[in-house]
């Protein structure tokens, strides 16, 4: 036992944790942190201009690593600014240790400035743990809890508060042994539960099956691919997906489900893996799952497992664990009638992607050399430069449904909670985390600016990343809606673009990329769009490539606007 102050024994703590990076803002409360880490090498304080910033570079590095980050913040005014992010990481269960540290004790309660009265109920919600730290002898006990709960499955962030007065406090210091408390993220299932499942699926005639972030996050691409193919199931991904949970190349790859797709309506069972069921965007009088289509859900979280559809069968499990049970339960029961009926389907499913590939790449052709660009144009031509050792980061809104071909899914990151401003500082995270590959952040021009303070951070760390802002001059996901209402503002071009133009003033995201000290250019014309892209990731640093694009397209399958 030796005696350390309670930051030191924090930064100890983290260090056994095997974290080597802390994100954050400081404040005052902060100081006694930052003393105890000047002249230490091993965990690096890696600094960002806002808490939304902070949170989403820990974000993307936690995504990119599988592990927990650590984020550190002062009080109320960090908190309050890092509550987007924290709502994102639960969505998504990425696991992050975020300690907001708070007034001394000796004087809270009393109103003193910038003070709150519970910062822990704020945070109850988002978390799957949210305490204040009592006494300094408690920060390793507290932390190890925070960073074994984080990482538990099904993952999320944990949020701890404490009187920045522990910090300076001594207390005496020993090394945690730390191997009891890293807890398997397996979670075996039924295998009573598996048997009928499988029976089930070998005796359905058209069934289909939606992977969702799960596959990704447990790491069953595999196990998802080798189900499809013994079953000859069309695949589908979450409507709202943090990840690609199927190669978009496979045959039996039918893209993001949307109710009433062909393939799905004349379904007779759904097979639900590692996700939501569902995440709905609006409400409609359509239910997402058609009456009659019999369920089975897995998920490692019981709570999501029947919670809006019922479920035939329900199985508790991760998705690894649960798909290699069910592959090897599915193979059992396998007979004679079972292939013959598999082998048919899955010929008539190889026709209707061939439809679907040919309708699809009929429905691209459609103002292919346009200028302004079409969205579609600007995907296609940034997936082809980019290659298959590019990272993406997608936080396009209306133009993310046009990433049809992506082809590695190990390197594509979303958020699918909907909270924008988190592509740009996520990319600088996972750029953190995989240092040896390019990255690109595809972004809203609106998105770019709710995130842009996390381009500093980039170049103070030299961590350079790639920007195409898809610039339509609007928010027209809203101006899309806006439109689809019909009232009376959709009647007028000029009050249609109420509270969504960003046209005026006209802003220069090239400019405000060299401004941080990257380089940026404008894309006009469809033919300038791959070299620009090339050249930003050849650049080494920093590279914003602003491309202009119809600001009338609102997205795939949504009308355009008048
Ligand atoms: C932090 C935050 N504020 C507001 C919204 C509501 N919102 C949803 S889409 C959108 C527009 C985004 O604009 P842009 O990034 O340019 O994408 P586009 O809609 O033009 O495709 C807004 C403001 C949100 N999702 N997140």
């Known amino acids: 036992m030796a005696q350390v102050t309670g930051a030191e024994a924090l930064i100890n703590t983290l260090k056994a944790q095997g974290v080597q990076h802390i994100f954050g803002l400081p404040g005052t409360t902060v100081v006694p942190l930052l003393d105890a880490l000047a002249g230490r ?4 304080y890696i600094l960002s201009l806002h808490e939304n910033s902070v949170m989403s570079m820990a974000e993307g590095y936690a995504r990119a690593t599988g592990g927990p980050a650590f984020v550190s913040i002062h009080m109320i005014p960090g908190t309050a600014n890092a509550l987007g992010c924290m709502y994102s990481a639960q969505r998504d269960g990425v696991p992050l240790v975020v300690l907001a540290t708070d007034q001394d004790s000796r004087i809270s309660g009393r ?26 002898e408690r920060i390793p006990e507290a932390l190890n809890r925070a960073f074994k709960t984080a990482a538990a499955q099904p993952p999320g962030p944990v949020y701890l508060t404490m009187p920045k007065n522990l910090l300076a406090e001594k207390i005496e210091y020993g090394n945690t042994a730390l191997d009891g408390q890293r807890l398997s993220t397996r979670l075996e299932p039924d295998p009573e539960q598996i048997h009928n499942a499988a029976r089930y699926l070998l005796s359905a005639e058209r069934p289909i099956s939606v992977a969702g972030y799960g596959v990704m996050t447990d790491g069953a691409l595999e196990e998802m691919v080798e189900l499809a193919e013994l079953l000859a199931m069309p695949v589908y991904m979450e409507p709202f997906h943090p990840y690609l949970t199927f190669p978009h190349r496979h045959e039996l790859f039918f893209g993001p489900y949307r109710p009433n797709a062909p393939v799905q309506e004349s379904a007779d069972l759904m097979f639900g893996v590692g996700g939501r069921l569902f995440v709905e965007f609006d409400y409609s009088p359509t239910p997402m799952i058609p009456e009659g289509l019999r369920l089975i859900h897995m998920n490692v979280d019981p709570w999501e497992v029947g919670k809006i559809f019922p479920t035939e069968v329900g199985i508790v499990a991760d998705a690894k664990s649960g798909l290699a049970a069910l592959i090897d339960g599915v193979k059992e029961l396998m007979d004679a009638g ?5 082998q048919l389907r899955s010929e008539h499913l190889r026709e209707r992607k061939k439809e679907k590939d040919a309708s699809l790449a009929q429905e691209l052709k459609n103002g292919w050399d346009d200028a302004p660009l079409k969205q579609w144009r600007m995907t296609a031509d940034l997936v082809q430069e980019m290659g298959e050792e590019t990272v993406l980061v997608n936080e396009s809104v209306t133009a993310s449904g046009y990433f049809f071909d992506y082809p590695r899914q190990e390197l594509y990151f979303a958020n699918s909670c909907g909270f924008l401003g988190w592509g740009l500082g996520a990319a600088v995270g996972v750029k953190l985390a995989m240092p040896e590959r390019k990255v690109v952040a595809c972004v809203g021009d609106g998105s770019f600016v709710l995130g842009m303070q996390s381009l500093w951070s980039s170049m103070r760390y030299n961590l350079p990343i790639t920007v195409v802002v898809v610039n339509n001059g609007t928010y027209v996901a809203v101006k899309g809606a806006l439109n689809l209402h019909g009232g009376k503002a959709a009647q007028q071009p000029d009050t249609l673009g109420l509270g969504s133009d960003l046209g005026s003033p006209d802003v220069d995201y090239a400019k405000i990329a060299e401004g941080f000290g990257g ?29 202009l694009v119809d600001p009338r397209e609102t997205g795939y399958g949504r009308p355009r606007l008048p």
């Open 338 to 342: 079972a292939r013959e009926r598999i």
């Open 41 to 44: 090498e091993d965990v690096k």
């Open 111 to 136: 109103d003193t400035f910038t003070e709150t009265s519970d910062m822990v109920e704020i945070n109850n919600q988002f978390t799957k743990w949210s305490w204040c730290v009592p006494r300094a």
């Open 519 to 547: 380089v940026g250019e404008r894309v006009e014309k469809p033919e300038q769009l791959r070299p620009a892209i090339r050249r930003a990731l050849d650049a080494d640093r920093l590279a914003v490539v602003d491309v």
